[in-house]
């Protein structure tokens, strides 16, 4: 069981916009610790896709987009591509555990 | 160009023991906090140790605490990972990864290897 939760699976069109959410607790998210976002395509390392809760790297797409409130967190995609399928995880630190905690991961599929 | 390459994995008994090393280039190593962060076969992510630039300070999963180490050799700009009394349980991919900045507690894991796969069977 995730300190992190996420949806396992979510799934949309091309074009269309979804979101993932990550609900966490007082010690984590809601302690103001901030949330980072992962993609994993298959068979890859993950990348960082949005950092401190809302920021994008460089040459990750607008269409792409963080945000955090209270316990939780959410990643918006917009304008859904096929090379979006991926895994993400969100990310934060945990202070009762003294350590980094992710979610449990959720699979996007683009129909 | 910043990279990370994890070496050192491999088959290994259960109860038996392991050293990971990644090898870092393109920046300044010894002002990076540094992570390990596993991933079993079809799962999820889990963090496992992180430890600070200048190695004084380590943290680690309650899932490893007491049978793995983290170090580091700024000089070689080298991370490790020894693993011992290693269970089935273990079997993953380790990702050797940079944090973003300072404070840890609050950067992202910026850079991530490709992985080494530990597999723990008899």
Known sequence: ?111 | EVQVLESGGGLVQPGGSLRLSCAASGFAFSSYAMTWVRQAPGKGLEWVSAIVGGGGNTYYADSVKGRFTISRDNSKNTLYLQMISLRAEDTAIYYCARFRGQPMTTRCIDYWGQGTLVTVSS
Do not use: M
Not at chain 1, 6 to 14: F, L, T
Not at chain 1, 37 to 44: A, E, I, K, S, V
Not at chain 1, 88 to 93: D, F, G, K, L, R
């Open chain 1, 1 to 111: 069981q995730s300190v992190l939760t996420q949806p396992p699976s979510v799934s949309g069109a091309p074009g269309q916009r979804v979101t993932i959410s990550c609900t966490g607790s007082s010690s984590n998210i809601g302690a103001g610790y901030d949330v980072h976002w992962y993609q994993q395509l298959p068979g890859t390392a993950p990348k960082v896709l949005i950092y401190d809760s809302n920021s994008r790297p460089s040459g990750v797409p607008d269409r792409f987009s963080g945000s955090k409130s209270g316990t939780s967190a959410s990643l918006a995609i917009s304008g859904l591509q096929a090379e979006d399928e991926a895994d993400y995880y969100c990310q934060s630190y945990d202070s009762s555990l003294s350590g980094w905690v992710f979610g449990g991961g959720t699979k996007l599929t683009v129909l």
